[in-house]
């Protein structure tokens, strides 16, 4: 009997062989797709974070009034002259209103606007202030890049309640290497 079960742990040795080298490769399968994971989560978010393009430079805004509590608003179209500087997903931008309706806005008109903004992949959100002659406007845009130098979305603000279309075209971006 002693032989007996010798030999039988010795048939059964090489099969737990085996069994411990498939576990040990299913493992190593297993740790490389986590580790494949991790990285392209890390490329992504790194994406996320410094996005391919620099929307930093002058650009001229025009938002177009579709929807407002106040109807003679609907169907205004004003234009701002706007500079932009992007630092990773962040976007600061300062400029003033420059066109109306009724043609370019002479300077005692020109109202200052101040926006802040966060990029996520080809999504800007932003909000702004627009500081007027008689009042403070507050409101937001939801842009989406169509190529570098065009966003285009919407606008909501607090001025007559009104809902847009907001697109900005670039006029220039900043020098090389400044």
């Not at 079960?5 to 411990?20: F, I, M, V």
Request: hydrophobic share 40%; net charge positive.
């Amino acid at each position: 009997m002693a032989l007996g079960y010798r030999s039988s742990t010795r048939l059964q040795r090489p099969q737990e062989g085996k069994r411990r080298i498939l576990i040990r490769r299913a493992f190593a399968l297993i740790a490389a797709l986590i580790a494949v994971v991790a990285a392209l989560l890390a490329i992504w978010e790194y994406r996320q974070l410094h996005p391919s393009y620099d929307l930093t430079g002058e650009w001229i805004l025009t938002d177009t009034v579709t929807y407002s509590e106040h109807a003679p608003y609907v169907g205004i179209q004003v234009g701002f002259r706007i500079f932009i500087v992007q630092e990773g997903r962040r976007l600061n931008g300062v400029g003033e209103k420059w066109t109306d309706d009724w043609g370019n806005v002479p300077v005692s008109g020109r109202v200052p606007i101040e926006i802040e903004g966060v990029i996520r992949g080809r999504k800007i959100s932003a909000t702004f202030i627009e500081k007027g002659l008689e009042r403070e406007t507050r409101g937001t845009f939801d842009w989406l890049l169509v190529d570098n130098d065009t966003l285009s979305g919407e606008f909501r603000s607090t001025a007559g309640y009104c809902i847009g279309t907001s697109n900005m075209k670039r006029v220039k971006a900043p020098a090389e290497g400044k």
